[in-house]
């Protein structure tokens, strides 16, 4: 399967500040992540920052909050702010939390239903 793109609007908390952006879908990956800098101009402060396991090993990365809007469906999800990630990246829980998988033969999203447990 090649690489997944997929637009999505992210946006600040209070929905001030948006950007469609191109993102990678990243199935090894929980969460989101942003680069530090697109998270700047919509104005994503972080809340925190945590150690997160990687490739590479374990880094500490900041941690922040945004409202994310994906093929109709949207909701606000904790996301990484990175320094040194330059693409916007869709983990599992945004994925999963909106009722997505990947098919691996078109690497398209396709709708499933929500797991409720």
């Known amino acids: 399967m090649e690489h ?3 637009e999505v609007e992210i946006s600040d ?3 001030k500040k948006s950007a469609k952006l191109n993102a ?3 199935t090894g990956a929980s ?3 942003l680069p530090e800098k697109i ?3 919509l104005g994503i402060e972080p809340i925190s920052e945590e150690k997160v396991s990687t490739g590479a ?3 500490k990365v900041k941690r922040g909050r945004a409202w994310i809007k994906l093929k109709g469906k949207e909701d606000a999800f904790p996301i990484w702010i990175s320094g040194f990630i ?3 990246l869709l983990g599992v829980v945004v994925l999963e939390s909106f009722g997505f998988d990947v098919d691996p033969a078109t690497g398209t999203l396709k709708e499933r239903p929500l ?3």
Do not use: C, H
């Open 39 to 41: 998270a700047e101009e």
């Open 13 to 15: 908390l209070e929905r």
């Open 31 to 33: 969460l989101a992540v």
């Open 4 to 6: 997944s793109w997929i």
């Open 86 to 88: 330059d693409k916007v």
């Open 24 to 26: 990678l879908v990243d």
């Open 57 to 59: 090993g374990e880094i």
């Open 115 to 117: 797991l409720l447990y």
